[in-house]
């Protein structure tokens, strides 16, 4: 127990001990990186738990961080928009974790069954354990995990890559919804993928499955791109796969 320098930063202390470390705002700017807006006045450690429980908005920009578990409150939200976090051990999510840059590891059980909202729009969000939101946006970056991801109420893709190895797999939860949009590429590496609640493709962008990905659907899929291309075109050729694919499972 005692103070240790972030890791590459000549001036940022971090406690090295092992309590619950409240996020405060006290020196306002909902800044992670700034010492004053932590219960004690000093950056979280590997050993401690992080606990965002009072409202606030958090960005995390800056730093390379390691923490023992995270806590997101109802009517919170931490947004790692850069740099790098990493949670060893159970991260509980009942308000809004969003991945705009840099790069996040949960290598602990993600527990947001009820209210969790994982939102990534750009770098990474690696999930070590097995993973349970209510909702799930994907509107670029990639998220990848070892093991089931259950999202139970709403995901929406418009951009993005799922990357799952070994046993990962996403799965859509009987009545959830499942909407893929938009005009870009969407990729699912490896896994499976499992739908059982209502699917809509909307838009023109491909659904590309790579590495051995498998699609499972044995709920609706209703696909509606393309629906305005000429007959002959790559597009429709793709769109009948598709159709003859999902059929089948």
Do not use: C
């Not at 699912?188 to 499992?194: A, E």
Request: no cysteine; hydrophobic share 35%; charged share 5%.
């Amino acid at each position: 127990m005692g103070y240790n320098l972030a890791a590459g930063e000549a001036a940022r202390l971090i406690y090295a001990g092992g309590n619950t470390i409240t996020f405060t705002n006290t020196s306002g700017g909902l800044d992670w990186a700034i010492p004053g807006n932590w219960s004690g006045g000093i950056l979280p450690g590997s050993l401690d738990s992080v606990l965002l429980n009072t409202g606030f908005a958090v960005t995390h920009s800056i730093g390379t961080d390691a923490i023992a578990a995270l806590t997101i409150n109802a009517g919170n939200s931490l947004n790692v928009s850069g740099g790098s976090l990493t949670v060893s051990d159970i991260t509980s999510l009942s308000g809004l974790l969003t991945v705009s840059g840099g790069s996040t590891a949960l290598n602990g059980a993600l527990n947001g069954s009820i209210s969790g909202q994982v939102n990534i729009s750009a770098g990474s969000l690696n999930l070590g354990s097995t993973a349970s939101v209510d909702s799930l946006s994907l509107n670029g970056g990639t998220l990848s995990g070892v093991n089931t991801v259950n999202v139970n109420h709403l995901m929406d893709w418009s951009e993005g890559t799922v990357s799952m190895s070994g046993a990962g797999a996403v799965n859509i939860a009987s009545g959830a919804q499942f909407n893929l949009m938009g005009t870009s590429t969407k990729t699912i590496n490896g896994g499976n993928f499992n739908n059982a609640g209502t699917a809509t493709w909307t838009g023109t962008g491909d659904l590309l499955l790579n590495s051995g990905a498998t699609f499972n659907n044995t709920g609706t899929f209703d696909i509606e791109s393309y629906h305005n291309r000429q007959p002959h075109s790559a597009q429709a050729d793709h769109l009948r796969w598709w159709r003859k694919y999902i059929a089948s499972q």
